[in-house]
């Protein structure tokens, strides 16, 4: 084996030369890239590139665009049912479950005695699970000084979401909640607190739900979408069946 030559062969500096030019020479702009690809090319072909999600873009990518806002907090009008004193506070209720993130609505207001029993006899006289422990009269709802809030999705009752924080929201606002029961938690359920039934029942039966809101400090007016109204078109049940309600 002869001797290795380590002599530059001819021509190779040239290539070198070539390297260090290629090396040193900035990368061409992006605008520069495509009139090149451009040109020769027919118009129509043009027209083609330069069309929206074809050929290279000269524009950095968009990001997603980002969830904002809530889903509305009251969409079956179930506000409109309850008494002023409650409407009010639960309106804070609102204002402050959105503070803290949580995207919450009512899903019932006032609920009449007749949908109440139908509510009492699931599980026992109808088909179904047990969901309340109260008959017409014995729930809060009764009397339109409760709503029930729960959240926006596909499971409203779901263990996934932050119940603690929507009953600090509601107990914030001057409610009582449900979720800090004992014996039967409803974590739903926002009432006016330090009532007691015995009280509203009696009221009820001297002169029904009017009079019951008198003594409360509000009037009953269908015109103004209140519990006369309702009574005589109740809202929907609350039919989640693995949850007990008042």
Known sequence: MGPIDFEPRAGSASLAGEVDRARDKPPPTPGTQLRGQLKGKPYGEQLAMLSPGS??????????????????????????????????????????AHAAGLDVFIIEGYRSFETQNKLYAKGRTAPGSIVTKAKGGGSWHNFGIAVDVVFHGRSPYGEEHDWKAL???????????????????????????????????????????????????????????????????????????????L
């Open 55 to 96: 050929g290279p873009s000269e524009t950095a990518p968009r990001s997603p665009a980002k969830k904002t806002g809530f889903g509305a907090f009251d969409p079956k009008g179930q506000l409109s049912t309850v008494h002023p004193l409650l409407r009010a506070k639960v309106k804070v209720l609102e204002q402050n």
């Open 167 to 245: 009953g600090k929201a509601g107990e914030a606002a001057g409610l009582e909640w449900g979720g800090n029961w004992k014996g039967m938690l409803d974590r739903p359920h926002f009432q006016i607190p330090e009532m007691k039934l015995a009280h509203l029942q009696a009221w009820y039966r001297e002169g029904g739900l009017p009079n019951v809101w008198k003594n409360l400090g509000g009037t009953v007016q269908a015109k103004e979408g209140g519990a006369e109204e309702a009574e005589a078109a109740p809202h929907e049940e609350n039919t989640d069946k693995s949850k007990a309600t």
